[in-house]
């Protein structure tokens, strides 16, 4: 048996009732397997893949809370530090009633390989709640993420592990966690990214996941001979990422039709009203069926379908396995010309190979996410040198992040034998850096 598959037997068996981390595995793994196979007995002695897909350390704790009517509430708080070959730890936190510890894995594995894509010195790690924050008042929150921090502080760092946002997890909550852990530590420090414009934070750090999916796209289409202006794209999710994806493919010129959350989906033929959406969902924290509100011809429609709407560009910002093998066939009957994954892991296996066996241009989400960690990164920058950057320079230097990400995968993909392979190119990408670091820093 080949090095690579008894590595994938080996991780399913011993990580057991984990189908996100599996699913991961195999992805990463199968796609960097000319990689290994070039070099098989070296990486099997220096049992590399073993090291690789065992995280470094990961945490597990109780967070107890007092929700509003007095009640003691208990949630589970994980933290996952994956891998620091290249820096320290770094990765969001999700706080979301589906999230467990396999899930904390899979988006924790995906960060060592998006981090390194960056560029930019980071590991990768990842952690989250089962909380839901959904219907919680502000003071309920605040709770929540004091005691979270009250476990979490002795874990991380501004040198050791710095987290950020991800699902459920926004400005609100950064501010409370980043207050707890500066009360109890007595320290004043960049141990959190995605903070307040006050108190350290960085200009275009909101903007940048959704900013940065729509640079990745654009130069994936350029490079294949297309123009984002005129394009009709598809999204869904309606949050951090999927709201600034709809700005900035508006400001390329092109006309994003969809946006959905977990109770619906919008269709506005005439364009999405991206200062509606602000309004429903970053300041009233309320359902997209308000959206109608302000704009009477767009429809509401119950449930999940907005990959039945012929687009050219579809682009998944909400959760992972959101968009199946029957979608996939879908896109690709109206002719659909790109997927883009915006959220990690967005796209099954099976739709992913389907959309790229029927010439679909595909970008995994560890190549066109990661323009929010990269930004993350930037703001550690700009907190080391006690030092604000202007909105123009974080944007510049993104994009700049973006187009390089994308030539990367690419050029990673032709050295490979698989040109136009975007997930092969981004997994080979990522590994080699992380894989010569390990190699050097000897065996840990
Ligand atoms: P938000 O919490 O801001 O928004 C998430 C959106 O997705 C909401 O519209 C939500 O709907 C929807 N959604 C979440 N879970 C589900 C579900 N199980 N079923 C259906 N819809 C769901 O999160 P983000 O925008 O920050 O994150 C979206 C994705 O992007 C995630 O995969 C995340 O890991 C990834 N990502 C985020 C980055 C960031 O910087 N924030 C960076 C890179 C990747 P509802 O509100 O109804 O739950
Ligand atoms: O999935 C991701 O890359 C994030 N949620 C952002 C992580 C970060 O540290 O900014």
């Known amino acids: 048996m080949s090095y690579v ?9 011993r990580n057991p009732g984990e189908p996100e981390f599996h699913q991961t595995i195999k992805e990463v793994l199968e796609s960097i397997r000319p990689v290994i196979d070039a070099n098989e007995e070296f990486y099997r002695k220096d049992a590399l893949l073993e090291r690789l897909t065992e995280a470094e350390r990961q945490v597990k704790f109780r967070v107890p809370w007092i929700d509003d009517k007095g009640q003691v509430q208990v949630n589970s708080g994980y ?63 605040m709770a929540f993420c004091q005691s979270f921090m009250t476990e979490l502080y002795r874990h991380i760092g501004a040198d050791t592990d710095v987290p950020a946002g991800d699902i459920g997890v926004g400005g609100r909550e950064i501010g409370y966690l980043f207050g707890q852990y500066k009360r109890i530590r007595a320290s004043y420090e960049g141990v959190l990214t995605g903070k307040g ?18 640079y990745l796209a654009h130069e994936m289409l350029k490079i294949n001979g297309h123009d984002m202006a005129g394009k009709t794209v598809v999204i869904s999710g309606s949050g951090n990422v999927a709201i600034y994806a709809v700005q900035k493919a508006q400001q390329l010129g092109a006309k994003v039709v ?15 009203d991206v200062e509606a959406l602000k309004e429903i969902k970053e300041i009233n924290r309320a359902r997209l069926t308000e959206y109608i509100n302000y704009r009477p011809n767009a429809e ?28 996939a066939k879908q896109l690709v009957a109206n002719k659909c010309t790109a997927v883009v994954e915006g959220a990690n892991m967005p796209v099954t296996l099976e739709a992913t190979e389907y959309l790229q066996k029927n010439g679909v241009l595909f970008a995994p989400g560890k190549a066109a996410n990661a ?74």
């Open 5 to 13: 598959d008894e590595v994938i037997e080996s991780v399913v068996k």
């Open 79 to 141: 933290r996952v530090q994956f891998n620091s070959a290249i820096g320290p730890y770094k990765g969001g936190l999700r706080f979301h009633p589906s999230v467990n510890l396999g899930i904390i894995k899979f988006l924790g594995f995906e960060q060592i390989f998006k981090n390194s894509l960056t560029g930019l010195p980071i590991g990768g790690g990842k952690g989250g709640s089962d909380f839901d924050p959904k219907g919680k008042s502000d003071r309920e929150v």
């Open 197 to 214: 414009l006050s108190f350290g934070g960085s200009l275009a750090r909101t903007e940048a996941t959704g900013y940065g999916v729509m």
């Open 258 to 272: 969809t946006v959905s959350d977990s109770t619906g989906w919008v269709y506005d033929p005439e364009g999405i």
């Open 300 to 327: 509401y429609h119950e449930g999940r379908g907005v990959w039945q709407i012929p687009c050219d560009l579809a682009v998944p910002c909400a959760t992972q396995n959101e968009m199946t093998i029957e979608d």
């Open 371 to 444: 323009g929010g960690v990269a930004t993350s990164a930037l703001e550690m920058t700009q907190n080391s040198e006690r030092l604000n950057w202007t909105f123009e320079e974080v944007d510049s230097r993104l994009k700049q992040i973006m187009i390089d990400i994308c030539h990367n995968m690419a050029d990673a993909a032709e050295r490979y034998g698989a040109p136009g392979n975007y997930v092969v190119g981004a997994n080979i990408a990522g590994f080699e850096k992380v894989a010569d670091a390990m190699i050097a820093q000897g065996i840990c």
